[in-house]
């Protein structure tokens, strides 16, 4: 079992939808969770970070933590082109080790 | 404030080859990590380091090695390069190595192995 799990993709959504990206984990003492955005030839941005259960929210997007589930997501209101990317989610394992699944590849059709 | 970063930014080496590439952290964060990415693998954990000290490895060979300056600049190397070494290679800081603090992403050194 990979350590962080996500759909490669592509996920494919009409401009002004709601895009839902979704993560596993596999470590139930992982404790950190990270969604980052990165653009074909350019190093990850982060997007957000999130570490209690439950929703935040920051401008378009929301991140989703249910620990008990092992489960991370990433909403992402009102898509836009610019929006297409693909989006990496990490999560911290023990001993200072960032870990990140595969990514998921987004495109925002006009 | 400056953000990561990464030399060189390309680099073009051959089998056997060794090469060093350099980072500098955003002013102030004391924890480097370096990333693989390559298309088939992702993006893959090589080592971290703190305080001059290297905290954490990845599942990568010998070959790969690392060290980090009082300044907190850190570099990696790789020897004896292979084909598959063909990667970016990213470079990641933050203010500390804790859990939950943000890492920042370089621009990244792309290094093409022939």
């Known amino acids: 079992q990979k350590e962080v799990e996500q759909n490669s993709g592509p996920l494919s959504v009409p401009e002004g939808a709601i895009a839902s990206l979704n993560c596993t984990y596999s470590?139930?003492?992982?404790?950190?969770f990270f969604w980052y955005r990165q653009y074909s030839g350019k190093s990850p941005e982060l997007i957000m970070s999130?570490?209690?259960?439950g929703d935040k929210e920051d401008g378009r997007f929301t991140a989703q933590l249910n620990k008990a589930s092992q489960y991370v997501s990433l909403l992402i209101r009102d898509s836009q082109p610019s929006d297409s990317a693909t989006y990496l989610c990490?999560?911290?394992?023990?001993?200072?080790?960032?870990?990140f699944g595969s990514g998921t590849r987004l495109l925002v059709r006009p | 404030k400056a953000g990561v970063t990464q030399t060189p930014r390309y680099l073009i080496k051959t089998r056997g080859q060794q090469v060093t590439l350099s980072c500098s952290p955003i002013?102030?964060?004391?924890?480097v990590s370096w990333y693989q990415q390559t298309p088939g693998q992702g993006l893959q954990f090589l080592f971290e380091?703190?305080?001059?000290?290297?905290?954490n490895k990845g599942n990568f060979p010998g070959r790969f090695s690392g060290r980090q300056f009082s300044n907190s600049r850190s570099e990696m190397n790789v020897s004896t390069l292979e084909l598959g070494d063909s990667a970016l290679y990213l470079c990641?800081?933050?203010?500390?190595?804790?859990?939950?603090?943000?890492?920042?992403f370089g621009p990244g050194t792309r290094l093409t192995v022939l």
């Open positions: 990641a800081s933050s203010t500390t190595p804790s859990e939950g603090d943000t890492q920042y």
């Open positions: 470590d139930r003492g992982s404790q950190s």
């Open positions: 999130i570490y209690s259960n």
């Open positions: 990490a999560a911290y394992y023990s001993s200072y080790k960032l870990i």
């Open positions: 002013s102030g964060h004391r924890s």
């Open positions: 380091y703190f305080s001059e000290t290297q905290r």
